[in-house]
């Protein structure tokens, strides 16, 4: 039988991962962590040739000893964008975090029938995290009519290894430019823009795949009839492997951010622009949330209050010494800004209902609730199905998290060791084939508790719109 290696790289935001894949099993992993620069004034950016440089670091990984990869599958971030000049190397590709739109968006908000527009046609909330947002701003810079061309990190990894200037719909469809049912960019959107589409990247579909480069291949010890897939975005991507491999259209993801999302055979738009709707295949669509406040925020929480230990080593002990509902004590969770359910950067992280009997285990707690009590926010504004719930990411690697993120959602949940972009580019990739995983423990919610956190659900609702809208 044919030696059947393919390799797949996901390019995130935090770490670059590489898995090695034979007849569709796992069967080598590497992960390479990726730099991020911050400035005082919200720039936040990578420099794309080092995210280049340790693509091909974890590639020779691979080649030194596995010489027969007959393919390599793409999955990127969203929301990526950088200007080149006269096709010159670009230094810095600002990322989703970038705040320096937000002024440009509120602005932009206030014509909310052309904002709503520009929602129908992408399935893009309106928010500074979108390559629209970014290009917006960009708009009063003297360079701006010197870029020659606008691209994000897949189109910039397309072009290192294939010399084709390509995007697939997927992450395109993040893009704010882009009309996802049109399947082209949109030419009224960039003409507000004042770019066009000789300066974006050739849309084409989540399957399309070309050739590697030939001097690329030899330079990474690859055959020069190594394949080389375009894939789609690393969340749509996530959400194909839960389903892939478990059956379940639902998925709730909380690592440093965190993405509640669902599958769709269907285009679907929330009227208030308040969830995203991105391209996956041919069959498939992702409706979803990201919230920017997961993990990262019960990271700050623990900081504050345990120096000499992670907060993960001490959760049993605080979910043990305060009750559901924290004594009272209510917290919004949005000290990073929001996207969904509010899409704004302008909303604060706030506790509410402090009294002097309070413990910092009861603070600490309703910091907990607040994360996912936001998360079920999004969850029924999607309008997630009735079956179960696959968890992934940090946040769950601590089983009493996974328990009462049950009681809070109302749902059978499970962590998936499947739900990873990598399993979702085999997926993809393999015409219909499964990789069904039978070795799942369901984590049924208490129905009492369940019942309690609904009414805290509605309270958490109600202080949101008093206190941040």
């Not at 069967?27 to 390479?32: A, H, L, Q, T």
């Not at 030419?187 to 399309?208: F, G, M, N, R």
């Not at 769950?396 to 996974?402: K, R, T």
């Not at 208490?446 to 809208?469: G, M, P, R, W």
Request: charged share 25%.
């Amino acid at each position: 039988m044919k030696c059947m290696y393919q390799l797949a790289i996901d390019v995130g935001t935090t770490q670059i991962k590489f898995d090695l894949f034979y007849h569709s099993e796992l069967v080598k992993s590497k992960k390479i962590p990726v730099i991020t620069y911050y400035e005082n004034d919200g720039k936040i950016y990578q420099h794309p040739n080092e995210i280049i440089e340790k693509v091909q670091e974890g590639i020779l990984f691979f080649t030194r000893t596995q010489k027969n990869i007959e393919s390599i599958l793409l999955s990127t971030a969203m929301h990526s964008v950088m200007p080149i000049f006269d096709n010159q190397e670009s230094e810095e590709m600002y990322i989703w975090l970038d705040q320096r739109a937000s002024k440009w968006v509120k602005k932009f908000k206030q014509d909310k029938e052309k904002a709503h527009e520009f929602y129908v046609k992408t399935g893009t909330p309106i928010h500074e995290m979108s390559p629209f947002a970014k290009i917006g701003y960009f708009g009063r810079e003297t360079w701006f009519s010197s870029v020659s061309k606008w691209f994000g990190i897949k189109e910039w990894l397309m072009v290192y290894l294939t010399k084709r200037e390509v995007i697939d719909y997927s992450v395109a469809s993040a893009t704010g430019l882009f009309n996802s049912d049109t399947k082209s960019w949109d030419e009224e959107i960039l003409s507000y823009l004042s770019i066009t589409t000789d300066q974006l990247a050739k849309p084409v579909d989540t399957d399309w795949k070309t050739q590697i480069d030939v001097k690329v291949a030899e330079k990474l010890g690859l055959s020069t009839n190594t394949q080389v897939f375009i894939g789609a975005s690393d969340g749509c991507l996530a959400s194909l492997a839960s389903y892939a491999a478990n059956g379940t259209t639902n998925s709730l993801t909380i690592g440093t951010s965190g993405a509640v999302r669902k599958l769709s055979k269907n285009r679907q738009l929330d009227n208030k622009g308040q969830s995203f709707c991105y391209y996956l295949s041919k069959e498939y669509w992702v409706i979803g949330g990201a919230t920017n406040n997961g993990g990262k925020v019960l990271e700050w929480a623990g900081d504050m209050f345990y120096e000499k230990s992670s907060i993960y080593e001490q959760l049993d002990d605080i979910l043990e010494k305060s009750p559901i509902g924290s004594r009272g004590v209510s917290f919004l969770p949005y000290i990073s800004g929001e996207r969904a359910p509010l899409w704004t950067s302008e909303v604060t992280g706030e506790f509410l209902g402090l009294r002097l009997g309070h413990t910092k285990e009861d603070m600490l707690r309703s910091v907990i609730e607040g994360i996912l009590l936001n998360a079920k926010w999004i969850s029924n504004i999607i309008e997630l199905d009735d079956r179960s719930i696959s968890l992934s990411g940090g946040f769950f690697s601590n089983q009493s998290l996974v328990e009462l993120t049950a009681d809070v959602m109302g749902r059978k949940c499970f962590i998936s060791p499947y739900a990873e972009p990598s399993f979702g580019l085999i997926a993809l990739t393999s015409q219909g084939n499964t990789l069904r995983n039978t070795d799942i423990h369901p984590i049924f919610y208490n129905q009492e508790n369940n019942k309690s956190y609904e009414t805290y659900y509605q309270k958490f609702i109600e202080n949101v719109k008093n206190e941040q809208l």
